[in-house]
T-cell receptor
């Protein structure tokens, strides 16, 4: 399985500022994903990030608010821009990794963001 | 569009008792189905998955799940729960389109000693 790390693990930010979250994988993967988990809620996909192409955003998420970089096959960043308290969530990255018989999706530990 | 329903928001079981967490999906064909567990302050860990073949799948930590096409269900089971199983459990579906996962709302499991 893939080992995924995220930085920072948590942060408290003021409204109007931006935070960049890093996701590092211990092996090369083609597909990476960014999810948001609002307090007490399930996970919602923000975007899919493939190396060498623009990220694909889900309905309700836009690049100006959540710009994503994918400079290589082991790294990605998600920026939460112009933050408001509604952005307080856990942000998780995941990767699609080939298992023995199929592709499996593995998740990082998440970044807990609080916006004041 | 596909969807996943986990009818039980919160379940409490005694340690040593059996467990069944319900998951129903909505999709026209056979989806790829997953169960993940999220311990407090942790990321998601893959428990098991169903892609095809045997409808009873075994996972890690003694969990199993059964795919029932007629009921559009993929319920998670464990014969004897341990206190360390207390966590949030998410069912997810992937219809194969761009490998995107759609998650259910989760079931929080509490284990009493």
């Amino acid at each position: 399985s893939a080992v995924i790390s995220q930085k920072p693990s948590r942060d408290i930010c003021q409204r109007g500022t931006s935070l960049t979250i890093q996701c590092q994988v211990d092996s090369q993967v083609t597909m990476m994903f960014w999810y948001r988990q609002q307090p007490g809620q399930s996970l919602t996909l923000i975007a899919t990030a493939n190396q060498g192409s623009e990220a694909t955003y889900e309905s309700g998420f836009v690049i100006d608010k959540f710009p994503i970089s994918r400079p290589n096959l082991t790294f990605s960043t998600l920026t939460v821009s112009n933050m408001s308290p509604e952005d307080s969530s856990i942000y998780l990255c995941s990767v699609l990794y080939p298992g023995l018989t199929s592709y499996e999706q593995y998740f990082g530990p998440g970044t807990r963001l609080t916006v004041t | 569009a596909q969807s996943v329903t986990q009818p039980d928001i919160h379940i409490t079981v005694s340690e040593g008792a059996s467990l069944e967490l319900r998951c129903n999906y909505s999709y026209g064909a056979t989806p790829y189905l997953f169960w993940y567990v999220q311990s407090p302050g942790q990321g998601l860990q893959l428990l098991l998955k169903y892609f095809s073949g045997d409808t009873l799948v075994q996972g890690i930590k003694g969990f199993e799940a059964e795919f029932k096409r007629s009921q559009s269900s993929f319920n998670l089971r464990k014969p004897s729960v341990h206190w360390s199983d207390a966590a949030e459990y998410f069912c997810a579906v992937n219809t194969g389109t761009a490998s995107k996962l759609t998650f259910g709302t989760g079931t929080r499991l509490q284990v009493t000693l």
